[in-house]
């Protein structure tokens, strides 16, 4: 009974940096209104990351957004966000794919559909 107890204690700790405390968090600093506006890119570098952030800067430039896209390597920040396959699109702080490759088309449209929400 003692180490379900200490469990218990240990899961909020753990939680504190999961992706639902975090968005918590983000929606209430300034700073991080800053980077929910931004497109990011979870991936460890690889070809199909690359491709991934290479597709998502066209289609920023076709759609005239000044928006900056971060790439995002550390495997602890990457999980922060539940992904558990990347390559991975992060638009507006939420996750709107992950595991594929997207093509500039599909991120337009997604951008598209964002700004309508």
Known sequence: MFGFGKKKEEVPAKN????????EAMAESDETKTCDASVKVLGS??????QLEAAAR????????????????DFSQIAAYGVMSTPALVVDGKVVSF???LKKEEIIKILQDMRKA
């Open 16 to 23: 504190s940096g999961s992706c639902c405390s975090s968005n």
């Open 45 to 50: 570098g690889c070809a199909k990351c690359n």
């Open 58 to 73: 066209e289609a920023l430039n076709e759609l005239g957004m000044d928006n900056t896209i971060d790439h995002v390597t």
């Open 99 to 101: 595991g594929k490759v």
